[in-house]
């Protein structure tokens, strides 16, 4: 599947390497012209499920329903109001708040009358908003709620090209008298009047949106650079569809969570695309906070999170299990490596002796499944994570408590791998299915190619001729090889973030970071090396909550956040949990030093991404001083950072941090 030929575009040249196809056999069935688009699978679920259940949204302690027929009411409202104020086709409508059915509304809107739509993380600070409007060419914004809204309001004088800023949370609201504000219901209202004139408008545009026409600019982590916009089709998002429909099978009765970003085109392809191919009904928790108790009220089928949200998990069932009764430990101690030898059997494909499949159907009704029951996963199905690597000890922690959590191994833009239900391996993310090839070229770098690819980036042909090469081959960034045995993909590390260490050693800081955050105890870690260092070490932030909790059960009185961090009995117990993990590393790679952090990492100081990723040049470069104590056989280091708030203040945090062997 070569690139056709584009004199605007620059791609690169092609990389010799090893090509690895599908094992499975079945073939990949093209979606109907009458589904070929998402706007045109809206309309063809609105007539097949009309009165049926399509969203939920938990307002006020209440799940308030949709029907399909409702939902396209709203619909075809907001998108005949954004007609009459002037939206175009090929226009941007920028799109910043939590997961709401507005934001999965106005996105409905926009491309069925053939526009873009970018959906912004809500944390973001006005200056990364700037970037976005000014990158994405938005002419309308829709904004959740007063605090989105008091950033655009910052934002008016310089970007004059936003023509009308769209709120649908109105709480707080009620003092603004700007026109250019408007409410989503006021945007509705002139919708249903513009409707009277053209009746037929909407699904008229809805049904002649075509497959390559370009519907979500899908902003990259910007890890390294700032962030690119990739250029997904309705084409991309239907034919991966088709492609992992059969192993991330949805039914129309089925219940998806949607908590993870819509800025993370993950949620986009198994919430969104789902939703309006599949018809799988969606539910949209009350805030992040309700997100526990939401998901016991609707015990989802299918859900996606990414690896920090199962990493946080993990500790605080294990933390919960440590704080609970006697009688609960004791059976959680019992019954664990009772759960994690079966795993091992049948991961080894031995019999499992009748005592043990005994013991693990005890230990279900004791502690699992109401541990499952808790936690609102009685019925979950597709319990999905990517994004960063998740560590085979999370995995394997699920699996033993019965949640069978497969990987999804893409990328913004392109999809790649994923584990197949009962073929899960922990140290792996997934085989190839049918449509998508894997080349691993000869420094170690995973090359994809699949027809369900981005377009290019959004007005950077020379970054889209980067990432491309001639015969259509994605380059992904990342290190990898193929078990050959199995069909199984591992993926490594970053390619540029394997270290070598000064003795020709490379170790990869993911994974030794990936195992230290099963521990309760542990929020964030980065792993420090380079040519010029002969050891590991690593830097390490707390989990304030799990460790206050232990601090507080064991009498040890603090004050802040710092003075926490700082004391001997933290030190002692973030030694013990990297020492356990020293055990499963090779010599060379293992943790010798380690500092504590005063503070949390933070995308507002781009110390993360807003994907939460480690920015790991800026991180070193910041704490280049740590980093000379650390290797220069210091006892201790005076820090003194800037902090930035989220009101755009600034304040200096001064402190004295321990440095401390494993």
Not at 158 to 182: A, F, H, K, S, T
Not at 346 to 355: T, Y
Not at 422 to 435: K, L
Request: hydrophobic share 40%.
């Amino acid at each position: 599947m070569a690139v056709a030929a584009q004199h605007s575009i620059p791609y690169r040249e092609a990389s010799p390497g090893t090509v690895f196809t599908s094992r499975l056999k079945h073939r990949i069935t093209p979606a109907p012209p009458d589904q070929d688009t998402l706007s045109k699978g809206f309309l063809r679920r609105v007539s097949e499920l009309g009165d049926s259940v399509a969203q939920r949204k938990k307002r006020y302690g209440i799940w308030q329903e949709y029907s399909w027929k409702a939902v396209y009411e709203e619909v075809v409202n907001l998108a005949m109001g954004l007609d009459k104020l002037g939206l175009q086709a090929g226009d941007t409508l920028l799109i910043i708040g939590e997961n709401d059915p507005e934001m999965y509304w106005a996105q409905m809107a926009a491309h069925a009358l053939h526009c873009k739509t970018c959906c912004v993380f809500s944390d973001a600070s006005p200056q990364d908003i700037h970037y976005v409007i000014n990158s994405t060419d938005a002419a309308f914004v829709f904004a959740h709620d007063q605090e989105q809204v008091d950033k655009m309001l910052e934002l008016k004088d310089g970007n004059p090209q936003i023509l009308r800023v769209v709120y649908w949370d109105e709480r707080g609201m009620w003092g603004y008298d700007d026109p250019w504000l408007m409410s989503l219901r006021e945007l509705q209202t002139i919708g249903a009047a513009h409707r009277l004139d053209l009746p037929d408008k909407f699904d008229r545009m809805a049904r002649a949106t075509q497959p390559m026409d370009t519907i979500i600019l899908s902003m990259t982590s910007g890890t390294t650079d700032l962030p690119k916009f990739a250029e997904v089709t309705h084409f991309q998002l239907v034919y991966g569809h088709a492609l992992n429909d059969r192993y991330v099978d949805s039914r129309q009765s089925d219940n998806w969570l949607s908590f993870s970003p819509m800025a993370w085109l993950a949620e986009q392809a198994f919430g969104f695309a789902t939703h309006l191919l599949n018809g799988v009904q969606v539910n949209f928790p009350e805030g992040p906070e309700t997100v526990p108790t939401d998901m016991r009220e609707i015990a989802p089928a299918g859900l996606l999170f990414p690896s920090r949200i199962w990493e946080n998990l993990a500790r605080v069932v294990q933390f919960r299990i440590n704080d609970s009764s006697l009688i609960n430990r004791l059976l959680f101690r019992v019954f664990m490596p009772i759960a994690y030898r079966e795993i091992d059997l049948e991961d080894e494909h031995l019999a499992i002796p009748p005592h043990l499949r005994f013991l693990r159907w005890l230990g279900e009704y004791a502690i699992f499944e109401p541990l499952r029951d808790k936690l609102g996963l009685t019925k979950a199905r597709n319990v999905l994570t990517a994004g960063a690597m998740l560590s085979s000890d999370i995995i394997r922690f699920f699996r033993a408590i019965g949640i069978e959590l497969r990987q999804f191994y893409g990328s913004t833009e392109t999809f790649g791998t994923v584990h197949l239900r009962g073929d899960v391996r922990f140290e792996t993310v997934g085989v190839i299915v049918p449509g998508v090839e894997i080349k691993i070229a000869a420094n170690q770098e995973i090359l994809i190619r699949t027809e369900a690819r981005f377009k290019g980036y959004y007005k950077q042909p020379d970054k889209t001729g980067e990432a491309l090469d001639v015969e259509g081959w994605y380059y992904t960034g990342d290190a990898g090889h193929m078990d050959e045995k199995t069909g199984h993909l591992i993926y490594l590390e970053r390619v540029k973030d394997l270290i070598e260490l000064s003795t020709g050693e490379k170790f990869s800081p993911q994974y030794i970071e990936g195992r230290s955050k099963f521990s309760p105890y542990v929020q964030d870690m980065m792993t420090i090396g380079g040519i010029d260092m002969e050891f590991v070490s690593a830097i390490i932030v707390i989990d304030f909550q799990n460790v206050s909790r232990w601090a507080e059960k064991n009498g040890i009185a603090f004050t802040t956040y710092v003075d926490l961090s700082q004391r001997d009995e933290v030190y002692e117990i973030i030694r013990r949990e990297l020492r356990a993990v020293n055990e499963s590393l090779p010599t060379y790679s293992q943790v010798k030093r380690f500092v504590i952090m005063h503070k949390e990492f933070d995308a507002d100081e781009a110390e993360l991404t807003r994907t939460r990723k480690l920015r790991r040049g800026a991180l070193q470069e910041k704490y280049h001083d740590l980093l000379e104590a650390i290797y220069g056989g210091k006892r201790e280091v005076h820090v003194s950072a800037e902090v930035k708030y989220r009101d755009g203040r600034t304040g200096t945090v001064e402190t004295e941090l321990r440095v401390a062997d494993v």
